[in-house]
């Protein structure tokens, strides 16, 4: 398993990193994982809890309705962060994730205050 991103950091796109598997959603060392069935509410909890302690965040997801929910979820955690004077931007990107033995297409997002 390769090293994870620090903060701040820009992950190389092309760089594989393994995952085990891609539950609804759970924090990571900095990746915020989105399915399909994830709550767009409990996902923009998460990115704004992680941009309030860490001023960065990472958002991951694999499939159209796991980015749609991710999308979904950046735009409602704007609305969380606007009474904290905070208002955030995506830095989206493509990466290659194992999961089961199979590499997937993720798209993930970096997620930082303007």
Same mark, same amino acid.
């Given at each position: 398993? %390769?090293? +994870?991103?620090?903060?701040?950091?820009?992950? &190389?796109? *092309?760089?594989? #990193?393994?995952?085990?598997?891609?539950?609804?959603?759970?924090?990571?060392?900095?990746?915020?994982?989105?399915?399909?069935?994830?709550?767009?509410?409990?996902?923009?909890?998460?990115?704004?809890?992680?941009?309030?302690?860490?001023?960065?965040? %990472?958002? +991951?997801?694999?499939?159209?309705?796991?980015? &749609?929910? *991710?999308?979904? #979820?950046?735009?409602?955690?704007?609305?969380?962060?606007?009474?904290?004077?905070?208002?955030?931007?995506?830095?989206?990107?493509?990466?290659?994730?194992?999961?089961?033995?199979?590499?997937?297409?993720?798209?993930?997002?970096?997620?930082?205050?303007?």
């Amino acid at each position: 398993m %390769e090293d +994870q991103p620090q903060f701040g950091d820009i992950p &190389n796109p *092309a760089s594989n #990193a393994s995952e085990s598997n891609q539950q609804q959603f759970e924090s990571g060392p900095g990746v915020i994982k989105v399915s399909a069935k994830s709550r767009s509410t409990a996902v923009a909890g998460a990115i704004a809890g992680m941009l309030r302690e860490r001023r960065h965040a %990472e958002v +991951q997801a694999i499939g159209a309705g796991a980015v &749609n929910q *991710a999308v979904k #979820a950046l735009a409602i955690a704007r609305t969380y962060l606007q009474g904290d004077s905070i208002d955030l931007i995506c830095i989206p990107y493509f990466t290659e994730v194992e999961i089961d033995g199979q590499e997937r297409t993720a798209v993930r997002f970096i997620v930082e205050p303007r």
